[in-house]
């Protein structure tokens, strides 16, 4: 009889991507990181904001646009409040806005660092009993890390391995892309994992928080 473990994988990436910018300082192609700090300019009724960047090696800024030529009226006042306080979570959602930062600058440096916060769920068998692992992503933004990298990493197995329990169908992905496994993770994506023929069923299974 198979025992399923269900675990929810909250993934949260950890290094904003950095446009590489041509520094006029240093005179050359230069990635720049996010300060984390609005720049909120007003200009009678309009106003502008910006996020700020600097360079990493000069200090020198770029600003990343984020409201141009706004009417004051067309913006909410808690919104504009949290510019103006440089609200984190705000400045974090729009640092990691990789398209938008795409299409400002054409070169961006992704990082596919991110933090796993594991957590099982609801009602199921016990780490002894399981021989099912059901993982499942959440993502609190899009990241460009593969799939098969992140399994790897996270229940500390090869990637041949993986993809080995793929070509079996002991590991299936839902939903079930063509090369899912060497795609980037997604958000609400399952990952089903058969171990009752594993030999190290246990530690794959704490190694996924179960
Ligand atoms: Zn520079």
Redesign the pocket.
């Known amino acids: 009889m198979s025992g399923y473990l269900c675990i929810h994988w909250a993934i949260t990436p950890e290094i904003a991507p950095r446009p590489l910018i041509n520094?006029?300082?240093?005179g050359?192609v230069?990635a720049y990181r996010c300060s984390e700090k609005f720049r909120v300019n007003a200009n009678g009724k309009r106003i502008d904001v910006w996020l700020i960047y600097r360079?990493?090696?000069?200090?020198?800024s770029w600003n990343f646009g984020i409201l141009e030529r706004c009417n004051r009226r067309d913006i909410e006042p808690v919104l504009l409040q949290a510019l103006e306080s440089n609200d984190p979570a705000l400045a974090r959602r729009h640092a990691f806005d990789v398209i938008a930062l795409r299409s400002r600058v054409g070169r961006v440096e992704e990082f596919p660092d991110v933090a796993v916060h594991k957590q099982r769920l609801g009602d199921t068998d016990t780490r002894e009993s399981a021989t099912v692992l059901e993982l499942k992503l959440g993502l609190e933004m899009p990241t460009s890390l593969r799939l098969d990298r992140l399994l790897a990493n996270e229940l500390a197995i090869s990637r041949s391995r993986l993809q080995a329990l793929e070509d079996r169908r002991l590991l299936v992905i839902d939903p079930d892309g063509a090369k899912a496994l060497r795609k980037p993770a997604r958000d609400g994506a399952t990952i089903r994992i058969d171990l009752v023929a594993e030999p190290d069923r246990q530690a794959i299974i704490s190694a996924a928080g179960g």
């Open positions: 520094c006029n300082r240093c050359t230069k360079c990493i090696d000069c200090d020198n």
